[in-house]
Nanobody, 123 residues
Framework: VQLQASGGGLVQTGGSLRLSCVAS????????MGWFRQAPGKEREFVAA???????YYADSVKGRFTISRDNAENTVYLQMNSLKPEDTAVYYC??????????????????WGQGTQVTVSS
């Protein structure tokens, strides 16, 4: 599967951004999608995921502020980010589950990655 992420940018604290990731190469509606991020000097971390059936999962640090959604007709997954904080600054990556119609998610199953999009939150 090929993934193309977009939507990053520079925003002030408290602002919002919406990231998009368009997928191609597999039947989009059959697999989970996720968003991860990597800040400078830190390891990549899980942000949010959505299963093929619409179930959602979030990191504690973004619960209540970020919303993941998918549009299967457009082969696109979104990450709506509200109330952004400087600590949200990172390169954000979308990723695709290597399997199909799994129950739940396993972070180790996200094997296809997009190119990343930079999100910078100024204080």
């Amino acid at each position: 599967v090929q993934l193309q992420a977009s939507g990053g940018g520079l925003v002030q604290t408290g602002g919002s951004l919406r990231l998009s990731c368009v997928a191609s190469g597999r039947t989009f509606s059959s697999y989970a999608m996720g968003w991860f991020r990597q800040a400078p000097g830190k390891e990549r971390e899980f942000v949010a995921a959505i299963t093929w059936s619409g179930g959602t999962y979030y990191a504690d640090s973004v619960k209540g502020r970020f919303t993941i959604s998918r549009d299967n007709a457009e082969n696109t997954v979104y990450l709506q980010m509200n109330s952004l904080k400087p600590e949200d600054t990172a390169v954000y990556y979308c990723a695709a589950d290597s399997g199909s119609r799994r129950y739940g998610i396993n972070l180790r199953d996200f094997l296809s990655w997009g190119q990343g999009t930079q999100v910078t939150v100024s204080s």
